[in-house]
């Protein structure tokens, strides 16, 4: 993408008992009425013993179908818009099947149509109000992403840096909300990793390029800064890191001039201290809400 951070855009949720009779189902439209077809098939996925208890999904004339089966052996799916988020759309049949558990008498009558209308837009709207920003941390090895990973999963820093170990593949690191901020999860992608990094720009909203404020590296650093904005069109910004072993006077200006990067896009930081991280990260939400107002602007233009 820019994926960007699509919200649930729910089409239809229709729930099936184990004879693929629908028992529920919210507003239907013209489209969903594939899904009676596939029913039988999705049935067999959902309920083989191998894949059972995960959302599973399979695109179908240019809309997302996800299905999950209950423990009380109800198939539940949703069809969605393809830029709904798969991670959404598997979050909310997880809330949905629990809410099924604790709510629904299953062996009576089921509630009304409202009733379950009502419930899924709550689900829904539950879903959106937890936004889990999924974020990768790039640059050349040595300039802080590891230790900038390390600041938030632990919530300290790693101030002795001869302590460097290079990242061999990948760290996942899930941060809370906090300080305004959404739930994040952070790829720290090491430089070995390097040739499977395309794979992440599909998965993420955003990325930090890191930048050791080291002068002997910057073409290395511009070279690939400039390959990954060649391919990863993504909204981004950049670390101008270790300020404070730094010799360069005035690192925003001297980075801004050397990477080619609007100054606006660089912060100066110190993942050994935690110094401007904050900062950091609220510039990166800026930039991909920005980024997806104008997607959204340009969606509605060409729909008039």
């Known amino acids: 993408m820019n994926r960007g951070v699509p919200n649930l855009t729910l089409l239809s949720v229709k729930v099936f008992d184990k004879e693929n009779v629908e028992i529920h189902s919210t507003v239907s439209v013209e ?24 959302v599973q999904a399979l695109i179908r004339n240019d809309h997302l179908i996800a299905f999950y089966n209950t423990p009380e052996d109800l198939l539940l799916v949703a069809l969605a818009t393809l830029n709904t988020s798969f991670q959404r759309l598997n979050s909310f049949l997880e809330h949905l099947g629990d809410t099924l558990r604790l709510d629904f008498t299953l062996n009576k009558l089921k509630p009304s149509f409202q009733y379950f209308q009502d419930t899924c837009d709550s689900i829904a709207k539950k879903v959106d109000s937890n936004i889990e920003m999924r974020i990768s941390l790039l640059g050349l090895d040595r300039s802080g992403k590891t230790t900038f990973a390390n600041f938030f999963s632990e919530d300290k820093c790693l101030a002795v840096f001869d302590s460097y170990v290079p990242t061999n593949l990948l760290n996942i690191v899930k941060v809370p909300p906090t300080n305004n901020l959404p739930s994040m999860q952070f790829y720290d992608l090491g430089m070995a990793f390097q040739n499977h990094w395309w794979k992440f720009s599909k998965e993420s909203d955003g990325y930090i390029f890191f930048f050791s404020g080291d002068d002997t590296r910057m073409n290395e650093a511009r070279d690939l800064l400039q390959e990954l904005r060649n391919f990863w069109d993504l909204p981004f910004v950049i670390a101008a890191n270790k300020k404070d072993t730094s010799k360069i006077i005035n690192l925003r200006k001297y980075v801004s001039r050397k990477l080619r990067v609007s100054i606006k896009l660089i912060y100066e930081t110190e993942t050994s201290t935690g110094f401007g991280l ?23 233009t060409e729909k008039k």
């Open 31 to 54: 489209t969903d009425n594939f899904i009676h077809e596939l029913i039988p098939y999705l049935s067999e996925l959902a309920r083989d013993q191998s894949s059972q208890n995960h």
């Open 278 to 300: 904050g900062e950091l990260l609220q510039g990166l939400m800026r930039e991909i809400q920005n980024k997806n107002l104008i997607l959204n602007k340009l969606s509605y």
